[in-house]
């Protein structure tokens, strides 16, 4: 053998034994009572946050480098997609390991989601789930960030009866098992709020390894009890943990909830995680939920970025995993208070305001508001307020066109782009602006599809031949504009199909939902076809007045699709458009050959 070819086998030989020795071995131990989780070999205590910017694919180095920063060495998904792959490759790039989600579906609508799967009855997507978690597992169990499986978040809490925690409980078994024989490098976690799913994975899922418990504020400290009392002889993480959430809060004022104010925040992080995390023996470490930005309302309450500015969770995930000190303080308001009676909508009321900042940074204050009645997706909004004044003179904020308890925020802004926000609530009196249905007023104008991204509909409404069609929201050839477009495929050579975007998703009007896009004119799209002549009838509005919470306006155009982009439009003169649930709807019939359906840029404007 020759010189070159040598020298070439031995660099093959060499990247395999690198790849090999690459696949992180991730194992339990327990010593004296106490459990410990090791890597290689090696003790690794989680020091974690979940992760919120898994699809800003392009700054995902920026993220990194931001967590090693703040001391975090491990981070949590919910689930996979198709930047999964590149979140692990950069994750391994920085040496943060990942525990990687496996979705389970939601038996009733709850804190996450308006999902209601049958557990009982719905026997082909419960193989789905179990086919997804096999594949997850194989595609990834050789991948060196992989440090567990997350599987599931809080279903038992969302499942109403007994007999359908017992399926799932079996379900989950199986998916654990089936686990346990292709993975032995890695320990199978398991996720639930509280102690929601201590007695049903004691009694069915012996094949966890590790208990997933999501916990916040003080409760977390008690969790090692709760697990004595059972006489459950495993370890656990704090899979989501921060302060106190509004779930769990007592104290209100005009009938809504008294949000912690920002220290509280900050200390239940950087102070609880030694006080009542990592002092148990059988903790192997937490999770700070949520490592994220965000505009609306669980944002300010519990993510490290508020519209992009930081908050003093961020500063406080820092604290706790490397004992350092914020490097730039985030402002306090010390006083933030409205005049303790009803207003009248659309008058002006002066507030009482008092910020710091240790710095002494020139600051930018605002005010916005947010409703806690109605659709979640109303519920989740935060509101500007029209506001008056200055930090010298004092400020007015104008009651907004809303009727009942509003909360009220306040925003302290420095020049290091640190925001501290304070809240409070006032009632506002407006009988003649109630309306039916409380759903979130949007800004025209309004996409419904725009390259796939943030959708504000789901397309979860499939009709007809529902076996036969399959949709793209990303699909990447032959776009109108941007980077993707909508494709619906029909692989039939006969009969009907039918497609929704609607909102919440897989409902039929029996949950409120969708958005008040009063004020537009006009609803367009583009589309076209895979093949001539192809006709559609293609509008918005599905549920009907015999639901609970129908779509206040219904309205189509047939059209004749050819195989190039053409855009229709609809007028809405005189249309109630105060609750549009389905925001797109296609209805279609295919004659002697399949054939796909195209559409981008859908607008209500």
Same mark, same amino acid.
């Given at each position: 053998m020759n010189k070159n070819k040598l020298h070439y086998l031995f660099l093959f030989i060499f990247s395999i034994c690198s790849v090999s020795s690459s696949n992180a071995q991730t194992t339990l131990q327990k010593t004296n009572n106490n459990w410990e989780l090791l890597v290689n070999g090696k003790p690794f205590e989680i020091k974690g946050a979940t992760f919120g910017y898994d699809n800003d694919v392009p700054n995902y180095d920026t993220y990194f480098k931001d967590l090693n920063f703040l001391g975090v060495n491990s981070i949590r998904t919910w689930a996979t997609d198709e930047n999964s792959q590149q979140l692990l490759d950069t994750a391994h790039k920085y040496n943060i390991k990942v525990m990687v989600g496996i979705w389970m579906r939601h038996g009733r609508p709850g804190m996450e989601d308006d999902d209601s799967f049958n557990y009982l009855e719905d026997k082909k997507g419960m193989e789905a789930m179990y086919t997804n978690a096999i594949n997850t597992v194989e595609k990834y169990k050789n991948h060196p960030a992989v440090l567990t499986w997350g599987i599931g978040n809080e279903v038992y809490l969302n499942m109403a009866t007994d007999e359908e925690k017992t399926a799932y409980s079996k379900l989950l078994e199986r998916i654990c098992s089936e686990i346990k024989k292709r993975d032995k490098n890695h320990p199978i976690t398991s996720v639930e709020a509280w102690t929601f799913g201590l007695e049903w994975w004691q009694k069915y899922v012996p094949s966890i390894d590790i208990y997933g418990l999501n916990s916040y504020g003080a409760g977390a400290g008690v969790l090692a009890s709760e697990l004595e009392k059972r006489a459950i002889d495993k370890p656990y993480i704090i899979t989501e943990f921060g302060v106190t959430g509004e779930w769990d809060i007592k104290a209100e004022k005009n009938g809504i909830k008294i949000?912690?104010?920002?220290? *509280?925040?900050?200390?239940?992080?950087?102070?609880?995680?030694?006080?009542?995390?990592?002092?148990?023996?059988?903790?192997?470490?937490?999770?700070?939920?949520?490592?994220?930005?965000?505009n609306d309302f669980i944002a300010p309450w519990l993510f490290t970025h508020y519209s992009k500015m930081y908050r003093p969770q961020y500063w406080a995930i820092r604290a706790a995993y490397t004992g350092q000190k914020p490097v730039n303080n985030v402002p306090v308001i010390e006083t933030f208070q409205l005049p303790d009676t009803t207003t009248k909508n659309g008058?002006?009321?002066? +507030?009482?305001?008092? +910020?710091?900042?240790?710095?002494?940074?020139?600051?930018?204050?605002?005010?916005?508001?947010? *409703? &806690?009645?109605?659709? &979640?997706? &109303?519920?989740? *909004?935060?509101?500007?307020?029209?506001?008056r004044g200055d930090m010298a003179n004092g400020f007015e904020i104008e009651i907004p066109n809303e009727d009942g308890a509003i909360k009220v925020y306040v925003n302290a802004k420095d020049t290091y782009k640190n925001v501290g926000i304070a809240s409070t609530s006032i009632v506002v009196?407006?009988?003649?602006?109630? &309306?039916?249905y409380l759903v979130p007023k949007v800004s025209l104008p309004f996409y419904v599809y725009k390259d796939g991204i943030e959708n504000p509909y789901a397309p979860s409404a499939y009709m007809g031949n529902i076996e036969s069609i399959s949709v793209d929201m990303h699909h990447k050839y032959g776009v109108h504009s941007g980077k993707a477009s909508l494709k619906i495929a029909y692989n039939l050579e006969h009969d009907w199909y039918g497609l929704g975007l609607v909102d919440p998703a897989n409902d039929w009007g029996e949950i409120l939902g969708g958005y008040d896009l009063t004020g537009a004119t006009k609803f367009s799209f583009w589309a076209k076809a895979s093949k001539k002549n192809v006709t559609a009838t293609i509008g918005f509005g599905l549920i009907g007045k015999d639901k609970p919470f129908p779509d206040t306006a219904k309205k189509s155009i047939e059209v004749k699709l050819g195989t190039t982009w053409k855009k229709y439009s609809i007028k809405l003169k005189k249309l109630d458009l105060s609750c549009i649930r389905s925001g797109l709807v296609v209805f279609s019939s295919s004659y002697g050959s399949p054939q796909d359906i195209y559409l981008d840029d859908v607008i209500f404007e």
């Open positions: 949000e912690p104010s920002d220290q *509280q925040k900050y200390d239940a992080i950087a102070k609880g995680y030694h006080d009542w995390i990592v002092t148990k023996p059988a903790n192997l470490g937490a999770y700070v939920f949520h490592y994220a930005n965000g008058s002006w009321i002066p +507030v009482n305001l008092k +910020v710091s900042d240790i710095e002494n940074e020139k600051l930018d204050i605002s005010f916005h508001y947010n *409703q &806690r009645t109605g659709s &979640r997706k &109303r519920r989740d *909004q935060i509101n500007p307020l029209n506001f009196n407006n009988k003649e602006g109630a &309306r039916k």
